[in-house]
């Protein structure tokens, strides 16, 4: 009855014509934040956006006016799955956050310049517009697919098993009867089955450690090339095997996933992200950019001559026993330090004592006193003899 009187009065007709209309004008302002004409004289009242908590201790920790807040709100509120954007022209923006076209453009890049949203280019009708996402969102993604995963995986091509199955193997051991004649307490093969269980959980937690720290660097590098990680686990795991084998280190990693991306704008295509996983694997890309880059060698290590540390090249003084390396060529010097070095900590403290305590008495900001530097150096002197540093 109450559907008929609807129809009858004409209001859900009225109701699907403002919706077409509606539609056809976001369609005309798709991604377009640069188009001059306004989707919305004004809100409509059914449009609402959800303010978090989180939300508000971000604009704390960055310093967001509440304009700037809404906007980042609205973008979160299209973007909250992890997977859509914000397609809004700027005018939407501009209602929700009480100011101008061009502070809209401002506000928006401040909040990229922050790393809090970020920015894709799609192409349609020909022409290429910008949508945006929150960061937040994406990470929410990926710590829900990861939380989601099984706890038990197949062997993989190493052979190697999950460790939470040498975990439950584990607890298995654990919780045999001790009073069973074949797994007593006393008895080898219980031992040996503990033993080995917790060697092998050891072993598979350090290399899932290692595959989620590589796994995590690569997605970090590939937010940075594309804008976004849109590529699940399972890819990027895959990237980072290809990328040992092939023995890159960080910064040759870095140098191809640039390359690459370089590479895939310049063919101008319709989905970046979809070509960039295309060829990132590909074997003629790969030989391509190891012909056209080759590795650069390690600069060598600069050992002390005292203590035997390695130093990066260019160090001032050795990391471990400060050893001045403007004296690594005078033996004398050398010798001296190295006397200096096999001293126990209580020598080595209480030499440091007496050592200050005749440049407190003759300080070497008196420079012009040639009697006190006379009277210093052979106090100094007196300190080595007496602690074997010189003869």
């Not at 540390?309 to 033996?331: K, L, M, P, T």
């Not at 900001?365 to 602690?387: A, H, P, S």
Request: a neutral charge; aromatic letters at 10%; one cysteine or more.
């Amino acid at each position: 009855m109450k559907v008929r009187v609807l129809l009858e009065n004409g209001v859900i007709q009225q109701f699907l014509k403002w919706k077409v209309s509606v539609m056809n004008k976001l369609e005309n302002e798709f991604t377009n934040l640069d188009f001059e004409e306004d989707v919305y004289d004004e809100l409509p009242d059914f449009c609402y956006v959800q303010l978090q908590g989180w939300m508000v201790k971000i604009a704390r920790k960055y310093d967001l006016a509440l304009n700037e807040l809404m906007i980042y709100a609205v973008i979160h509120s299209f973007s909250q799955d992890g997977v859509s954007v914000f397609r809004g022209s700027r005018d939407y923006l501009r209602l929700w956050a009480f100011c101008g076209r061009t502070s809209v453009f401002e506000k928006v890049k401040k909040l990229m310049d922050l790393k809090l949203i970020g920015r894709e280019y799609v192409k349609y009708k020909g022409k290429e517009f910008p949508t945006f996402f929150t960061y937040a969102s994406r990470n929410a993604l990926k710590q829900t697919v990861t939380s989601s995963k099984k706890t038990v995986q197949k062997l993989n091509s190493n052979g190697e098993i999950n460790p939470s199955e040498f975990k439950n193997r584990t607890e298995s051991v654990q919780n045999l009867n001790s009073n069973s004649s074949e797994f007593g307490p006393n008895n080898n093969l219980n031992n040996n089955l503990k033993k080995a269980a917790a060697q092998e959980e050891s072993k598979a937690t350090t290399i899932g450690a290692k595959e989620s720290a590589a796994a995590a660097f690569l997605t970090s590098k590939i937010k940075e090339v594309l804008g976004c990680n849109p590529y699940p686990e399972k890819f990027i795991l895959e990237m980072s095997e290809r990328f040992e084998t092939e023995g890159f280190d960080e910064g040759r990693v870095v140098d191809y996933l640039e390359a690459v991306t370089e590479k895939v704008k310049a063919k101008n295509p319709d989905s970046i992200h979809a070509l960039f996983r295309k060829i990132v694997l590909a074997d003629d890309v790969i030989a391509d950019f190891v012909l056209k880059h080759p590795a650069k060698e390690k600069p060598k290590a600069l050992v002390c001559p005292v203590c035997g540390c390695e130093n990066h090249q260019g160090s001032q003084s050795c990391r471990d026993c400060e050893f001045d390396f403007a004296y690594r060529f005078e033996s004398r010097e050398i010798e001296k330090a190295k006397r200096i070095y096999a001293l126990s900590p209580a020598e080595k403290q209480t030499r440091d004592e007496e050592i200050r305590m005749v440049l407190d008495q003759f300080p070497i900001t008196e420079f012009w006193n040639m009697e006190n530097i006379q009277k210093r150096n052979m106090c100094l002197e007196d300190i080595d003899r007496k602690y074997k540093v010189i003869a």
